[in-house]
């Protein structure tokens, strides 16, 4: 998954508003990265199943080695969807449907997911686990 993307500020600026006239009840988490322990991948699927509403999502976009465990959680619950790996518009697209950014990580370091995910007009939740909560 590509970690830079272009900015067309016009077109961020068009989806922000888009985004503030959305009137559903249910929040859309995404994830996009390599499925992986390090990335908090494991600890992101438990924290959202204990999320009490029965309307959000949590969409999650990569491979890597919980890829199984994703699509296990995937069958086991209706609210969490996985696509694969993407290409730079579909990625795109999944950005621009999501509501809120998540990345939950091992690492100390989150500056290069945090500029890539910021351009697409959507919050971001970041936390170094064990340093940091992430409540959903």
Same mark, same amino acid.
């Given at each position: 998954?590509?970690?830079? !993307?272009?900015?067309?500020?016009?077109?961020?600026?068009?989806? @922000?508003?888009?985004?503030?006239?959305? $009137?559903?009840?249910?929040?859309?988490?995404?994830? #996009?990265? $390599?499925?992986?322990?390090?990335?908090? !991948?494991?600890?992101?699927?438990? #924290?959202?199943?204990?999320? =009490? =509403?029965?309307? %959000?999502?949590? $969409?999650?976009?990569? =491979?890597?080695?919980?890829?199984?465990?994703? @699509?296990? &959680?995937?069958?086991?619950?209706?609210?969490?969807?996985?696509?694969?790996?993407?290409?730079?518009?579909?990625?795109?697209?999944?950005?621009?449907?999501? =509501? !809120?950014?998540?990345?939950? %990580?091992?690492?100390?370091?989150? &500056? #290069?997911?945090? &500029? &890539?995910?910021?351009?697409?007009?959507?919050?971001?939740?970041?936390?170094? @686990?064990?340093?940091?909560?992430?409540?959903?």
């Amino acid at each position: 998954i590509p970690n830079c !993307v272009e900015v067309n500020l016009p077109e961020t600026k068009a989806l @922000i508003e888009e985004k503030r006239g959305r $009137t559903g009840k249910g929040v859309r988490f995404l994830f #996009a990265g $390599t499925l992986t322990e390090g990335k908090g !991948v494991r600890h992101l699927l438990e #924290a959202f199943t204990l999320l =009490d =509403d029965a309307n %959000s999502t949590l $969409t999650l976009c990569g =491979d890597g080695d919980l890829r199984n465990l994703v @699509i296990r &959680s995937e069958a086991e619950n209706e609210r969490i969807f996985y696509t694969g790996k993407l290409d730079a518009v579909q990625l795109k697209r999944e950005y621009a449907r999501a =509501d !809120v950014l998540v990345a939950p %990580s091992y690492a100390k370091k989150l &500056s #290069a997911e945090r &500029s &890539s995910r910021q351009t697409h007009a959507a919050p971001s939740r970041f936390a170094a @686990i064990g340093e940091a909560c992430l409540k959903l």
